[in-house]
């Protein structure tokens, strides 16, 4: 059909940015795969039937299989405008599945990327460590671990900054670009909204972008260091070797949090107002002016792999 063409992208005049949750249980990722259904997928479709436009989507942190999202941004350019935005958001949520949910239909500029405009990524994953429940199982990693809070988060400390994180990605990325930013990274303990016991340990970070698994075997990593398997978290890192790291922790615990941008970005976007000399924005500024001197995005300054 005519009207389902699919436009270059870059020739359309009309942006659009969506906030939206999803839980990735039966998805192949968000990213379109040969070998399942993505969350890309049924949004391009469902774009396609309310705009009557075939679009191509794009997001701010690509999530693996079986991987969640409570704040994940992704966005489309099209030649037809989304004049009624809430109208818009209605019409997406109503050809949706139930496990993806718009959140917020936000019109941007033209220049505006949810990958390359991304200054920071924030993600979360669970572990559940009071014995036997009916809620969690899907949702977060369910074993007694016997975490040692403070310590651990002192150990956290040491591997915060700019540096080689080759010990956490899979062999395969091993010479390839795996320095990356770790601004925060730390364990928190949450009553069960459910039962009100506290049993809800959340391991939240925040970085500049993030290789393929990071989070997840750092995840791994906390957990071996609980039962002594492996040495302190910094002493893993710095060897940057897979093999001196913990197991890959399951995907269904992990959680895309949020996307932070610039002010000025969108209204209803995520924005952080840092000063020109934070890290993350003379990191992200670095990446902006390699790609204008290269003509190309660098993906290990300013985008993130996938996790």
């Not at 990213?31 to 075939?54: C, D, M, T």
């Not at 014995?131 to 988060?153: D, H, M, S, V």
């Amino acid at each position: 059909m005519e009207f389902l063409r699919l436009l270059r992208p870059r020739d359309l005049p009309f942006n659009t940015a969506l906030v939206l949750q999803y839980d990735g249980t039966r998805y192949a990722g968000f990213q379109r795969q040969k070998n399942g259904i993505s969350v890309q997928e049924l949004l391009e479709k469902a774009i396609a039937i309310a705009l009557r436009e075939n679009v191509r989507i794009s997001c701010s942190g690509r999530t693996d299989s079986g991987v969640h999202a409570t704040g994940q941004v992704a966005g489309f350019r099209s030649s037809i405008p989304v004049t009624e935005p809430r109208r818009f958001l209605f019409s997406l949520n109503g050809l949706l599945p139930p496990d993806i949910a718009i959140r917020r239909v936000i019109p941007v500029a033209r220049e505006f990327d949810p990958r390359f405009s991304c200054l920071a990524r924030e993600y979360e994953f669970l572990y559940w460590v009071g014995g036997k429940t009916p809620y969690w199982p899907g949702k977060a990693w369910c074993r007694r671990f016997p975490f040692n809070i403070e310590a651990l988060n002192a150990e956290l400390l040491e591997i915060l900054g700019e540096r080689n994180f080759g010990s956490l990605t899979p062999v395969r990325y091993v010479g390839k670009a795996t320095v990356r930013y770790l601004e925060t990274a730390n364990l928190s303990v949450r009553n069960d909204p459910f039962s009100g016991d506290p049993h809800l340990v959340v391991l939240s970070v925040r970085g500049n972008a993030f290789l393929h698994n990071m989070i997840r075997i750092l995840a791994g990593c906390i957990a071996a260091r609980s039962l002594n398997k492996i040495g302190s978290i910094a002493e893993v890192v710095a060897a940057t070797s897979r093999f001196k790291a913990g197991p890959t922790a399951p995907p269904h615990a992990l959680y895309f949090k949020r996307a932070l941008y610039a002010p000025g970005s969108g209204e209803g976007l995520e924005t952080v107002d840092w000063s020109a000399d934070h890290p993350l924005n003379r990191i992200h500024a670095r990446g902006i002016q390699r790609h204008a001197e290269t003509g190309r995005r660098l993906s290990d300054v300013s985008s993130n792999q996938t996790e």
